[in-house]
Structures are given as C-alpha cells and as structure tokens.
C-alpha cells in the first residue's frame, strides 16, 4: 500500500496541471481536513479546482516523495505566476487522503554553494534505519533549533561533509555553526519555538516546526538526509502564518 499511495499523491499533486478529474478520486472528500489557512473548505470541488487550474497552464514536479504509516509527504516545486517550492503532507484512512498540511515559499537562490532549493539526493536509502534516524532528528529539532544548544551541533553533524539547500547558506558544519550562532539568516532574526511532527522514511526525516521569523509567526518544514546516523544534507520551506482573522478555515496550520 506504501508505493500505491506515493502513487496516488503523485497523480494528484500532477493532477493540478493536467487537470484529469481522476487524479482526485485518492481525496475523500466528505472527510478532507485542509490546513492550508488560506484554502477555504467546501468551496469547490478538487476536480473543478484542478480543472480551473490547469488552464492557467502550470507546472508541477514531484521531486521526492515519501511514506510513513498514514501519512505520504512529498517535495515539491511550483510553477504558477511565480516559481514556487513546497513540502505537502497528506494523512490517510485506507486507501484515501482525509487530511491536508503544506508549507509553500517563493523559489529563491542557488545558494552560495551553488544548490538550488530542490537538487540532490532523491533515493530512500537504509529502511531499517527509519526510526534511529527519526529519533536522531527530532532531537537534534529539540536541543539545537529550539533550545540552541549548539555545543551539541557536532554530534549531530560532523565528520562527513554537510551539503545545504537553504539559500541563503552555504555547504558545511562552520556554515551552518555560524547561521546558528548569529540566530539569523540574511540578517533576519529566526526563532524555532514548537516542533509538531517528525516524519521519516529511511535516510529522509521531515520535521514540522513553529516559530517566528523577525517577529511574524511562522512554519518552518525541515527535511533531512541521513546518513550513518548524521545529519548530512538539508533542504527547507518557510512561510509566514497568517493571522486567525485572516484564515479561510478553524483547522489551524499544524
């Protein structure tokens, strides 16, 4: 069922820019919870939505998709109006969608290493690993993105070489270090404060995580790839939350 379901996400999230109705039938929606705050419940059918969509000819591509008991999350890029990057986590009940979280931001870099937002590794690697590596993330989202904790950071990553996707930071542990150390990101102040969900297939763990980012409340979505038992490549979405006032539905984002 795992591969049926990366399948179906698959033809769903392609389903936007193609429009087929089909790719629709994996969502029940009698029963869908979106937590994207600014999609609105009810409004409008998913195969009139997609259908609506596709004629303003965008582009979707999956570059990574993954599986961890109800839940398939996937890496993704946007091109509508504008380039977009995106990380979408769907939960099931069987053979159906029922639930709905997303992080969206503008595409931007490469950064100074000369990554994009979405290159690099793509292939799950050591299955077994999957709960170790789980465990290794979500305690390294604990002691070093929201307690800083960083005389902790080398034993999390160190020793093999640390590739970044973020872009605005370069390749490498004193990089990374001094991101850190500044609590800042182009000048701009980030604070990690609640972390909601660790997801985890293999080498890849996705964490969910809520702060503020120079002062406006934010979801930041980390994913990481691991590898013998360290921290070695790291990709990431940010996006503002809007205030409740504003929201389209009471799901909340997380």
Do not use: C
Request: charged share 25%; net charge negative; hydrophobic share 35%.
């Amino acid at each position: 069922m795992t591969a049926e379901r990366k399948d179906s996400i698959r033809a769903l999230l392609k389903g936007i820019e193609t429009g087929d109705p089909a790719a629709v039938a994996v969502v029940n929606e009698d029963k869908y919870i979106q937590h994207n705050p600014q999609t609105q419940e009810g409004s409008e059918g998913l195969a009139a939505l997609f259908k609506r969509l596709s004629k303003t000819s965008p582009r979707v591509n999956i570059v990574r998709a993954f599986s961890d008991g109800d839940y398939v999350f996937a890496h993704t890029e946007y091109d509508f109006a504008t380039r977009r990057i995106g990380f979408e986590v769907f939960r099931f009940e069987g053979d159906q969608a029922v639930e709905h979280w997303d992080n969206i931001q503008p595409r931007r870099g490469p950064n100074p290493s000369g990554h994009t937002m979405v290159d690099g590794a793509t292939t799950v690697a050591d299955p077994d690993s999957t709960e170790a590596n789980r465990a290794i993330v979500r305690s390294f989202v604990e002691d070093i993105l929201i307690s800083r904790r960083l005389d902790r950071l080398d034993s999390y990553i160190g020793g093999t070489p640390f590739t970044q996707h973020n872009p605005e930071m370069a390749d490498g542990l004193p990089a990374l270090r001094a991101a850190l150390e500044a609590q800042s990101v182009d000048g701009v102040m980030i604070g990690y404060d609640k972390s909601h969900r660790v997801l985890a297939e293999g080498s890849f763990v996705l964490s969910v995580s809520e702060g503020t980012l120079d002062g406006v409340h934010t979801s930041f979505y980390d994913l990481f790839r691991l590898a013998e038992g360290k921290i070695v490549e790291h990709w990431d979405t940010i996006e503002a939350i809007p205030p409740p006032s504003e929201w389209k539905n009471q799901n909340g984002k997380f």
